[in-house]
């Protein structure tokens, strides 16, 4: 039923015990995984529509991009790029179009290193109900978890991440501390309008939202990974 939506279940009660140690891994190894060259390409196009000034919007896994376009009608000055890897859910029908929306099937790891590596400094960046891998197990294939989260974090602005899992939003957080020195905290999230079609079911079903907010400084890449991620070399 509609408004009855699955509740996340979980042997965890609470952040992972590994948290700290695969985050801080992470963030003391150089991630050399190759780009694919659609995503390199969707990147180059995604960039065709920005002028180098407009403030840039990122909806990371934005599905059928019902926030992005919610974003773009929120932010009319941004550009905002709406990134999913599934050609099939960013092909579904839009109840509109917004001209500074773009959408991108990208691979999202891919997407956020190519951005970090050109120097390109995000306004806003939302993650928003992502899946939690819940199972203890897991824990890496959470964003927070994946080797690509310092460079997350590496792009700056406002970053927002929403759950309706609290021990996701509580790792995401504890995560964000461990890289940045700042512990944001963990919200309550009830909006008045919800902007994706799972916090529409989730608030509908009743289920507790949360959400973490971190304003960030851009860190730019070293130059030599901005180097062989340009020639596509994964050393």
């Known amino acids: 039923m509609y408004g009855n939506s699955y509740v996340i279940q979980s042997a965890q009660t609470g952040p992972h015990e590994k948290l700290a140690e695969v985050v801080l891994r992470h963030r003391d190894t150089v991630f050399r995984k190759p780009v694919a060259a659609h995503s390199r390409h969707a990147f180059d196009e995604a960039m065709s529509h920005w002028d180098g000034r407009a403030p840039i919007v990122l909806d990371a896994g934005c599905g059928v991009g019902w926030s992005t376009l919610n974003l773009a009608r929120e932010f009319p000055d941004h550009l905002v790029l709406g990134v999913d890897q599934s050609s099939d859910r960013l092909a579904r029908g839009k109840p509109e179009t917004r001209d500074n929306a773009h959408f991108v099937r990208a691979d999202l790891v891919d997407f956020w290193r190519l951005l970090h590596a050109a120097g390109v400094r995000v306004a806003r960046h939302y993650i928003l109900y992502p899946n939690p891998w819940p199972k203890i197990g897991q824990l890496t294939r959470r964003w927070h978890g994946m080797a690509v989260f310092p460079t997350v ?15 996701y939003a509580e790792e995401f957080a504890l995560a964000v501390g461990l890289l940045t020195g700042a ?5 309550p ?23 973490v907010v971190i304003d960030l400084p851009f860190v730019p890449m070293a130059t030599d990974t901005v180097a062989a991620l340009q020639s596509g070399s994964p050393s």
């Not at 999230?189 to 959400?211: C, M, V």
């Open 189 to 211: 999230w009830n909006p008045r309008h919800a902007i994706t079609p799972f916090e529409r079911k989730y608030q509908d079903s009743g289920q507790p939202l949360y959400r």
């Open 153 to 167: 974090l590496a792009l700056g602005g406002r970053l927002e991440c929403r759950s309706n899992w609290q021990i």
């Open 183 to 187: 512990t944001p905290a963990v919200e």
